[in-house]
Nanobody
Framework: QVQLVESGGGLVQPGGSLRLSCVTS????????MGWYRQAPGKQRELVAS???????NYSDSVKGRFTISRDNARSTVFLQMNTLKPDDTAVYFC?????????WGRGTLVTVSS
């Protein structure tokens, strides 16, 4: 059974940092393009960052320069380093995996940015 399990969320003050992790099991991680999405209360889920199988990255304009996505194929893990966090970054963050016509989701981890 394929599983994506996120961790690393929590409460942080504005300007602070968090590092999210998503561990994938039950499949060949290196085949998948990986991404991080987020959903704030009352808003649609949106793409935050993605990384291809080759390591090419893409970011939403709202996080560019502050967030960094990376992957470790040996550990079947994708990371999201979040710096200079703002209250608008408050959301549930979801890990996403895509391969051909298959799409997988984690259950999410809550990030709250507040003083």
């Amino acid at each position: 059974q394929v599983q994506l399990v996120e961790s690393g969320g929590g409460l942080v003050q504005p300007g602070g940092s968090l590092r999210l992790s998503c561990v994938t099991s039950g499949t060949i991680f290196s085949l998948y393009a990986m991404g991080w999405y987020r959903q704030a209360p009352g808003k649609q889920r949106e793409l935050v960052a993605s990384i291809s199988r080759r390591g090419d990255t893409n970011y939403s304009d709202s996080v560019k320069g502050r967030f960094t996505i990376s992957r470790d194929n040996a550990r079947s893990t994708v990371f999201l380093q979040m710096n200079t966090l703002k209250p608008d970054d408050t959301a549930v963050y979801f890990c996403n995996a895509q391969f051909i016509n298959q799409e997988l989701w984690g259950r999410g981890t809550l990030v709250t940015v507040s003083s």
